[in-house]
């Protein structure tokens, strides 16, 4: 007689939420971009390009390592994940150049992320039942969102304990930030490593016990598509689509932050930016967790337009905030900085759980990896859109200023660039995505269930 399973279910939850809390450094960005040295000579629009390189190869790894997952299992790929996250973090940290920082955080790290962040959802939701999607899915991601409220604090600290003083009494943070990324770098090997071992999915034919509240009125069963056959559906477009234009606008902010911070509540606020990076990773991580379980209610596409729509109203709002006293401002900026990484983080459980409904459970993780290319082509575009947008903003400054008499070396010092014009464009991307939404159903059934190579585990 076969011995039961042992639903492992929220021990798998967990270990991938805890795996992704590693993996969140990504989200910290803008804290360590602000601490970047002008002595190391990169531009804004350098400084954005080691996170936009990530934010894509994390994405496009997805691919493979989903794959990987859905074939041989998650235990093994997020190990090697781990391995490829510390180690691109140690090697960026003997380097001052942006283009070592490419290889080392954007190109390594952003492999290891992307292996070890598509290991940690599909074995969780692969232990519960189709009820509890949207759930699961948003508590083991709530992790990456997370991850800002710890790591952020804990970049400023290294930062600030490793930096050195500089002859004239001033502090040269450059070395703060090599030490920065080779602690972190040791500590997330060795952290992912521990808790990739507690992955585990359940055994072929195994199910799991739906809850009496839902065994009334299951959900129709989504039949398991290839991913061959998915990329021959419209519902796959029109979701990459959207997800390119609703994670893009979110990761322009997340990207720049901190400057943001300072250029528009003021100096003084910009010296704790750090806190606010850190309240949008709450809302970040509640907006997963939340918009899972509103999703589970309302349905997938009704969350969608309601995300899409409240981000683009919140992204039209940001030209209009600055000059305000200390007080207002930091209190207007905790609220904006909680709702956009709320509106953010909501795509990361609605998109994913969609991505299961439409094209069925055995080749989630692959699936989802080719969804997910969507969300590294939104970072690379918004992010970048907004550093030459900053950057033209002020040299148009710097040239004004020389036209006035002011020599170049006094305006480049002078001059500030902005957003603005940055968050107009998200703005728009974020109502073309809520238009979208409407054509947005799910595939038509097929005649034959999935079956060949590619939908074997």
């Not at 304990?161 to 502090?171: F, K, N, T």
């Not at 850190?278 to 379980?293: E, K, T, Y």
């Not at 055995?362 to 918004?382: R, S």
Request: hydrophobic share 55%; glycine share 12%; proline share 6%.
């Amino acid at each position: 007689m076969d011995e039961p399973v042992k639903n492992l279910g929220w021990r798998v939850t967990f270990a991938g939420t805890g795996i992704n809390l590693a993996l969140g450094v990504l989200y910290a960005w803008s804290t360590l971009k602000k601490e970047i040295p002008a002595s190391w000579g990169w531009s804004d629009f350098q400084k954005n390009l080691p996170y936009s390189i990530c934010c894509l190869v994390f994405a496009l790894t997805m691919v493979p390592a989903g794959r990987a997952q859905d074939r041989i299992g998650p235990r093994w790929v997020a190990m090697t994940g781990g391995l490829a996250v510390g180690a691109g973090m140690i090697l960026a940290s003997f380097f001052t150049t942006y283009i070592g920082f490419i290889v080392g955080f954007g190109l390594l790290a952003g492999i290891g992320i992307g292996m070890g962040y598509a290991s940690a959802t599909p074995p969780a939701v692969k232990w519960f039942p189709p009820q509890r999607t949207g759930l699961i899915a948003g508590l083991v991601v709530a992790g990456f969102g997370l991850a800002s409220v710890y790591i952020s604090p804990l970049v400023k600290f290294l930062i600030g304990a490793y930096s050195v003083a500089r002859p004239d009494g001033s502090l040269d943070s450059g070395p703060g930030v090599q030490a920065t990324m080779f602690i972190l770098g040791i500590a997330f090997l060795i952290v992912v490593g521990l808790l990739s071992q507690l992955l585990a999915v359940p055994p072929a034919g195994w199910k799991p016990a739906v809850p009496a509240s839902a065994a009334k009125s299951p959900p129709k069963a989504a039949v398991d598509y290839t991913w061959q056959e998915m990329l021959a559906t419209p519902q796959f477009y029109l979701l990459w689509i959207m997800y390119v234009l609703a994670a893009g606008a979110g990761l322009m902010i997340i990207a720049n932050l901190a400057p943001i911070i300072s250029l528009q509540g003021g100096k003084e606020l910009g010296k704790h930016a750090f806190y606010f990076v850190a309240f949008l990773a709450v809302g970040n991580a509640s907006g997963r967790i939340l918009a899972g379980m509103l999703s589970d209610r309302i349905g997938r596409r009704g969350t969608m337009l309601i995300v899409f729509v409240f981000q683009a109203v919140l992204m039209f709002a940001l030209p209009q905030i600055s000059g305000m006293e200390y007080g207002t401002a930091f209190t207007v900026f905790v609220v904006l900085a909680v709702l956009l990484g709320a509106n953010y983080g909501a795509n990361l459980t609605v998109f994913p759980a969609t991505t299961k409904d439409y094209f069925g459970l055995k080749n989630f993780g692959v699936n989802y990896g080719w969804v997910f290319t969507a969300w590294g082509v939104g970072a690379v575009v918004l992010a970048q859109i907004s550093g030459k947008v900053y950057d033209a903003v002020k040299e148009a400054q710097v040239q004004e200023m020389i036209a006035m008499g002011v020599t170049q070396a006094d305006a480049a010092k002078s001059a500030v660039g902005n957003y603005h014009l940055a968050y107009y464009i998200a703005g728009c991307g974020l109502l073309l995505a809520a238009a979208l939404s409407f054509m947005l159903k799910p595939p038509a059934a097929k005649a034959v269930p999935a079956e060949g190579p590619a939908a074997t585990r």
